[in-house]
């Protein structure tokens, strides 16, 4: 089926560094999103983006977090500076349409801040 | 169940075995998602039910949606090994657009 891709897989860096996580989605899709899970709990939604736009952020998206997609590239998710709190797995998701519709998720990628 | 302050479900089960997997939810959906997690992977729908279904079959599992309790349910019949995972329902609040919210998810051990 459809994937999504994330780069790097796991990523160590030390507090208030900047850190870009990247994701490939599914090549026709159009919209795009961002999920945080702490080890052991639930996935959280960050940010939803669609047409060069983030379209909703939750409380979790702070003023340190921005995403993009330039040029119909990776979807990228950039924290900076980054905190200890931000230490969790990371998925991205794209899905064809809006609204209901399935989310194709990537494998995540572990971010470790020391 | 799921939702709420709830920690982590753990289930264990034996092969072949009939499960069902309860998750309630707070804010208005017109859809409830299920999920499964398998280790070190992200999640992959295996089932939606929207809430002009009361049931809904795939294979070996079956969704069922309560919209007046707001809950759902997700039942696998004869359940195999290879059903180990963690499963999650998912909804899509209706004062949002194209965001799911998550339970906690139930984790699925099914044993030989």
């Known amino acids: 089926g459809p994937k999504v891709l994330q780069i790097p897989s796991h990523q160590i860096i030390d507090m208030g560094q900047m850190v870009t996580l990247n994701c490939d989605p599914v090549?026709?899709?159009?919209?795009f999103y961002w999920y945080k899970q702490i080890l052991g709990q639930q996935m959280e939604f960050l940010v939803n983006f669609y047409n060069g736009k983030v379209m909703e952020k939750s409380k979790l998206f702070k003023d340190q977090f921005s995403v993009e997609r330039p040029d119909g590239s990776y979807f990228t998710l950039k924290i900076q500076p980054t905190a200890l709190e931000d230490s969790a797995v990371y998925f991205c998701?794209?899905?064809?349409?809006?609204?209901?519709?399935?989310?194709?998720f990537g494998p995540g990628t572990r971010l470790t801040v020391l | 169940s799921q939702w709420g302050e709830e920690n982590l479900q753990a289930l264990s089960i034996q092969e072949g075995e009939d499960v069902t997997m309860n998750c309630s939810y707070k804010t208005y959906t017109t859809v409830v998602h299920w999920y499964r997690q398998d280790s070190g992977r992200g999640p992959a729908l295996i089932i939606l039910i929207r809430s002009n279904e009361r049931e809904k079959r795939s294979g070996r599992l079956r969704a069922t949606l309560d919209t007046s309790s707001q809950s759902s349910s997700l039942s696998i019949t004869a359940a195999q090994c290879e059903d180990t995972a963690v499963y999650f329902c998912?909804?899509?609040?209706?004062?949002?657009?194209?965001?799911?919210?998550f339970g906690q998810g139930t984790s699925l051990s099914v044993v030989p």
């Open positions: 998701a794209s899905s064809l349409t809006g609204g209901v519709a399935e989310q194709f």
């Open positions: 090549s026709n899709h159009l919209y």
């Open positions: 998912a909804t899509e609040p209706s004062s949002s657009f194209s965001k799911l919210v």
